[in-house]
């Protein structure tokens, strides 16, 4: 198979998968803390892997561990608290426009960092998706309410998520995938464990009115949100480059569109044409 259709599909699934978990996001939060949340989403991912860390632990010089925790804090752990904190004030879709902050960092740190080489037309392509991603919820509208500064938490996720793209194009290309996720999950779910031990989760489970349904949501988080969409996410950056892969988050209001689209939200002229500006800058960065 062509590797940039490859890509394309990798592209389009992982939009899928990460574009569903703010709303799952939100079903957590229902019934638990942020916390809670976050810490049910990286233990459920870790122990799903827990299989191949045990085979892939073996396999990885001992002076690799510590990039891949690093990697694992900045792409998964810290992102998740961050993310789950921003949504108890802000709504789902300007969490979803501020994502897209994150190929921005990508390339801000790829260029001061590791002074990669970029070309012009990928750097055209990432504005020109940036500016669809604006325009669109410009469109669409957003309720940035008077708790709008949480929003500075999804950005410094961001941050994370550009540094650990930088990171693993750098110093963790020649992993698999699955080692790469398996090793970092576990250790994050490692950490998150005594986080969720000490927010009293039994007395919680016990209160809430459908802590079933929250905690379904959590796990599920984890296990795609997480596990699937790092899988994916680190196979995309070892075979498409960091600044396309860093471009999945320019996918995810074309998902957020498509959940509005089944929940029987009218889609407007405008807002297509946004979401052929945001591909269009997209296909720049990927075109051979």
């Known amino acids: 198979m062509d590797q940039r259709v490859l890509n394309w599909g990798?592209?389009?699934?992982?939009?899928l998968t990460w574009g569903s978990s703010f709303i799952l996001m939100k079903l957590g939060l229902a019934s638990f803390s942020p916390y809670q949340v976050a810490s049910i989403r990286l233990i459920s991912a870790g122990v799903a892997l827990l299989p191949f860390f045990f085979r892939f632990i073996r396999q990885t010089?001992?002076?690799?561990?510590?990039?891949?925790?690093?990697?694992?804090?900045?792409?998964?752990?810290?992102p998740a608290y961050l993310f789950c904190i921003a949504e108890t004030r802000i709504d789902s879709s300007l969490a979803g426009m501020l994502n897209s902050f994150t190929p921005v960092f990508a390339l801000i740190f790829s260029l001061v960092l590791f002074h990669s080489p970029v070309l012009k037309r990928q750097?055209?392509?990432l504005m020109i998706g940036f500016v669809g991603v604006i325009l669109l919820f410009l469109v669409k509208g957003v309720d940035a309410n008077a708790y709008w500064y949480y929003g500075f938490l999804v950005i410094l996720a961001t941050a994370c998520y550009g540094l650990n793209i930088a990171l693993v194009h750098h110093y963790l290309k020649e992993f698999q995938s699955l080692q790469l996720v398996s090793i970092s999950l576990f250790f994050m779910g490692?950490?998150?464990?005594?986080?969720?031990?000490?927010s009293d989760f039994s007395a919680t489970f016990q209160a809430a009115e459908r802590p079933w349904?929250?905690?379904a949501a959590s796990c599920t988080l984890g296990l795609i949100g997480t596990g699937v969409a790092s899988l994916?996410?680190?196979?995309?950056?070892?075979?498409?480059?960091?600044?396309?892969a860093s471009m999945v988050t320019y996918g995810l209001p074309v998902v957020a569109i498509g959940w509005g689209f089944v929940a029987g939200e009218a889609i407007s002229g405008w807002q297509v044409l946004c979401l052929g500006v945001i591909m269009g800058g997209v296909y720049l960065v990927n075109r051979k």
């Open 10 to 15: 990798i592209f389009l699934l992982l939009s």
């Open 61 to 78: 010089p001992a002076s690799k561990i510590p990039v891949i925790i690093m990697s694992g804090l900045l792409g998964n752990g810290i």
């Open 123 to 125: 750097i055209l392509g």
């Open 190 to 198: 490692l950490f998150a464990l005594p986080v969720l031990l000490l």
């Open 213 to 215: 349904m929250s905690l």
């Open 232 to 244: 994916l996410f680190y196979q995309l950056i070892r075979s498409a480059g960091a600044i396309f």
